[in-house]
């Protein structure tokens, strides 16, 4: 029991070493769990914020600290103070951080729980031993509560009202203490008095001065509970106390009555105070939350020291002392009762009196060795099993949905499970013996606490991110640095719950609202990227600039659990594995490269060099290095390859170079994704899902600004479409069965069209390789494509029906048709000239009885081969030094050097192995 003899042993010390221990207490806390997921974008909780973010954004941007605004028109809804700390936030961090929003509420974290956490040891150190430690009990139990917790990451006034109360209960406390030591000297703590009218005159100046009311009732309510009324009426300084209380809740709106006291008697008196309407919830559907949820995870400590206080009461009456339950009482009563009785109800208005209750409850729970009580250890079990159904059932669909390693990867998935599993475990724990401390009993539910509310908070950030993935991967897309890339938000109809302020925050990138037909047209003119969130709005925009426009959806998360028809979105995404019933679409819009809106001039974005390379991407499905080499030393499978492409270029994989897949499950869809992205992917196996990061496809178009038919795939296999793109619009993607379409009636695809329909392949999701070398080379003529890639893929086929001689058949017949590929080169001129191919396979496979398998378990199956060079160039390409382990990763930063292009950097990111140029000396080809 070192706590206790600790505590013991300070005891006597000043209240402001315990007062400082607190501090520190409630910091850690506040180090551990709040601030780092404050520096990201979290799954907001509450739709108010958005209102006074953009306020705050309209404010600094006409410097002004006190005249609020929204759509650029006078209008005031809440008081100053939260507005004034917006500001400075944005002074502190910037406001495109999310800690701008919400820094405050880390502050009013630490006070609540240091404000509870001295409460309760300053009631509880002149008589028990165990001050300090309960003290330290109720501070960690106040920062781990869901009350105050889900509204922390909300850019609200709820946990700023919180601290006050907090402050305010303690100071009552003190106060409390103060006279049950000395009942006779109470003139002497006149300072008490003052310390609360003066709080309560600075409540009223976060919503409204409302709480100025309350809490000056609260205080009248605490004279007369403790006796002191008539005392307090007779007394000047008293007096003294209420009017400067008056004066400081006054003083926090002189500036807005001064400047614009017009707008501010409309806007602010008469509509957000007095007129405010009534809703459809009852009083008490509104108190609830209060009574249940937002007590957790030690609500069953508040119910079993009500339920003990009722017997209690019913045995011996009312205590003649009214101790610490008095000054507890007096900040409940008033709010309570005030907001029960309130036109509009929410149950967000109680919030702030959650510190009285965890100071009274965590002192009674105390006092009355409630780890030996069957009622209190119960009600404790009951609300960790909820606790844990709830946590679970979230965890749980997280590991059932399809991981999109974006915003949940798997690796942060286990350890949010692990720390939930944690935390329920030490809950559960702390519950069950009854032996030990009342006080060791909270300190592992608070451990356990701490626990769950980390994995809370790991989800809250994943499905936060989940949220604004799509804009920010557009963004990173696009070239230009944050200060020179103009982002505008659709505010058409100056919406209250425009979110356009918020997503500064969210986005990482300064965000403005445009609200007229002709502001919209401006900044699409521009290049900026343009928000939209109403179907209207787009449907206008597009009326007006269709053809010059590139839409990309957006995916959101589901504001509302049901559809038009009633069903559950929920039910339905569970059904289905699919996150799209809980997702809504936004757009981002962006004048396309070379169109003109309205007659006006295109967007100047540079794009890569005219004259430089192109690039074919040639793959070859799943074969192995050794009948490619094996067919060098024959001459049999791979002629023309060997005698006419291998001396104008580079070929790795059966020398001194190593050249390897780059992911760990040897299958086909894990290594395209590798191969078009140059990074490593979350994908384990061929159902893995489309491609999340960037691809070099997204990069020509979007970043590059080369058009999207000459940046092409056609593939044999239907999933080479997840690796191509990670969105639509970002290059020409034909794959599989699909019937291949141009823009105007090709009678040529057409043929091919109904030959594919025709033949069919006896393996499934594929069409035979002659068809897409068709498509391809006329492709090729028709558009002269910068980058294109072509994947065949009837050798993996054969090779997995173990039919070894049409697999070789099928390597005849490749070389054959690479042959065909250079001379449809050699016919386009200057094209031709200056194109350069890449050759590899996505794996390799087994020897042996195993040669129609790849996997992890066959290491052979790993290695791969690769070819680079220029058919038209008299000279092979040069390896980079120190050349000597070449991957997957490294084509893509190879293909972009060829381009002229800097390769993207990134972490674990390949690096380029050459510089293809076909302009060293020309030479004309010569067939075998």
């Not at 969105?727 to 040529?748: H, L, Q, R, Y």
Request: charge should be positive.
């Amino acid at each position: 029991m070192m706590s206790l003899r600790l505590a013991r042993s300070i005891r006597h010390a000043p209240p402001r070493h315990a007062a400082l221990f607190m501090a520190g207490l409630g910091a850690a806390v506040v180090f551990l769990i709040y601030l780092p997921f404050m520096t990201q974008p979290m799954l907001r909780t509450t739709g108010d914020e958005k209102v006074y973010i953009a306020q705050a954004i309209e404010m600094a941007s006409a410097g002004t600290w006190f005249k609020q605004t929204l759509g650029q028109v006078p209008s005031y809804y809440k008081g100053p103070a939260h507005y004034i700390l917006l500001r400075a936030g944005f002074f502190l961090f910037g406001s495109t951080s999310p800690l701008a929003f919400v820094f405050m509420n880390a502050i009013a974290v630490l006070a609540s729980a240091s404000a509870v956490g001295y409460a309760v040891y300053r009631w509880r150190e002149r008589n028990l031993p165990d001050a300090l430690f309960a003290g330290s009990l109720a501070c960690a139990m106040m920062s781990l509560n869901t009350g105050l917790f889900s509204h922390a990451h909300a850019s609200q006034m709820e946990a700023e009202l919180i601290a006050i109360y907090a402050v305010m209960t303690a100071i009552m406390v003190g106060a409390a203490k103060s006279m049950e030591s000395h009942p006779y000297r109470w003139q002497t703590d006149v300072r008490y008095d003052y310390w609360l009218w003066i709080m309560a005159g600075i409540a009223g100046w976060f919503k409204s001065p409302v709480y100025s009311v309350l809490t000056g009732t609260s205080i009248l309510v605490w004279w007369t509970m403790s006796g002191q009324l008539a005392r307090k009426v007779r007394s000047l300084h008293s007096w003294v106390a209420i009017a400067t209380g008056i004066a400081v809740g006054v003083a926090g709106y002189v500036p807005a009555i001064a400047l614009d006291w017009k707008v501010f008697l409309k806007t602010f008196i008469q509509r957000e105070n007095l007129a405010k309407g009534g809703n459809e919830h009852s009083w008490l559907e509104s108190l609830v939350p209060l009574a249940t949820i937002f007590l957790f995870p030690f609500w069953g400590v508040v119910a079993s020291s009500v339920a003990r206080s009722l017997a209690k009461l019913a045995r011996r009456g009312f205590p003649r002392q009214p101790g610490i339950g008095a000054p507890c009482a007096a900040m409940i009563l008033p709010t309570v009762i005030f907001f029960a009785t309130f036109p509009f109800r929410s149950h967000i208005y109680y919030l702030p009196v959650i510190p009285a209750v965890y100071i009274w409850a965590t002192n009674t729970f105390l006092d009355r060795d409630s780890a030996r009580d069957r009622l209190a250890r119960a009600l404790l079990m009951a609300e960790t099993l909820l606790l844990a159904a709830a946590v679970f059932a979230v965890l749980a669909l997280l590991w059932w949905m399809p991981s999109d390693p974006r915003w949940m990867p798997t690796g942060k998935l286990v350890v949010a499970t692990v720390s939930a599993v944690t935390g329920v475990t030490l809950m559960v724990r702390a519950g069950r013996g009854r032996n030990q401390s009342t006080h060791w009993m909270l300190a592992g539910r608070i451990s356990g606490a701490a626990a769950v509310f980390l994995t809370i908070s790991m989800v809250m950030s994943a499905l936060g991110k989940a949220d604004i993935l799509d804009i920010r991967q557009y963004l990173d897309r696009t070239p230009g640095s944050p200060a020179t890339v103009e982002v505008r938000y659709v505010d058409s109809v100056r919406h209250t719950w425009s979110e356009w302020g918020l997503l500064n925050g969210l986005v990482g990138h300064d965000v403005r609202a445009v609200r007229s037909p002709a502001e919209i047209d401006a900044a699409i003119q521009r290049g900026a990227i343009v928000l939209v969130s109403r179907e209207a709005d787009l449907a206008a925009i597009k009326a007006r600039d269709d053809g010059a426009l590139r839409i990309t959806g957006w995916s959101r998360w589901q504001t509302h659990g049901r559809d038009t028809a009633g069903k559950s979105r929920f039910l339905d995404a569970v059904l289905n594995r699919s996150w799209k019933p809980l997702q809504r679409t936004n757009w981002i819009v962006q004048k396309k490269v070379g169109a003109a809106i309205n007659g006006q001039a295109a967007i100047d974005i540079p794009a890569i060099d005219k004259t430089s390379t192109n690039i074919i991407l040639l793959t070859w499905d799943g074969v192995r290095p050794q009948e490619f080499f094996n067919g060098h030393a024959g001459r049999t499978l791979l002629p023309y390859f060997w005698t006419q492409l291998a001396p104008r270029g580079i070929v790795l994989g059966d020398g001194a170079q190593i050249t390897t897949i780059a992911n760990s499950v040897v299958m086909s869809l894990p290594a395209y994704q590798s191969i078009l992205t140059g990074q490593a992917q979350w994908c384990f196996s061929n159902e893995c899902g489309g491609v999340t990061d960037q691809t070099i496809s997204d990069r020509l178009v979007f970043q590059e600004g080369v058009p999207p038919r000459k940046v092409a795939t056609i593939a044999s296999w239907s999933l080479i479409g997840s690796a191509a793109t990670s969105s639509s619009g970002s290059g020409f993607v034909n794959a599989g069965n699909t019937p291949v379409a141009d823009s105007d009636d090709d009678p040529v695809l057409s043929r091919i069209n109904e030959q594919q329909a025709l033949e069919k392949t006896p393996w499934a999701n594929a069409r035979y390789d002659k068809f897409t070398h068709q498509i391809a080379l006329h492709w090729l003529k028709k558009h002269k494509p910068r980058f294109m890639h072509i994947s065949l893929n009837d050798t993996d086929e054969y090779g997995h029906r173990g039919e070894f001689d049409n697999y070789a058949k099928a390597l005849r017949t490749n070389d054959h048709r690479l042959r065909e590929l250079v001379d449809t080169l050699a016919e386009t001129g200057d094209y031709g000239k200056n194109t350069c191919i890449i050759m590899t396979t996505d794996h390799g496979r087994g020897s042996g009885r195993n040669w129609t398998r790849h996997s992890n378990g066959q290491p052979l199956a790993a290695r791969i081969w690769m070819y680079l060079g220029c058919p038209f160039s008299a000279q092979a390409p040069r390896l980079s030094p120190d050349t000597d382990l070449v991957t997957h990763l490294d084509i893509r930063p190879t293909i972009e050097s060829s381009l002229g292009l800097e390769p993207r950097p990134c972490r674990y990111c390949g690096e380029s192995i050459t510089k293809l140029n076909p302009q060293s000396t020309v030479f004309a080809f010569g067939g075998n």
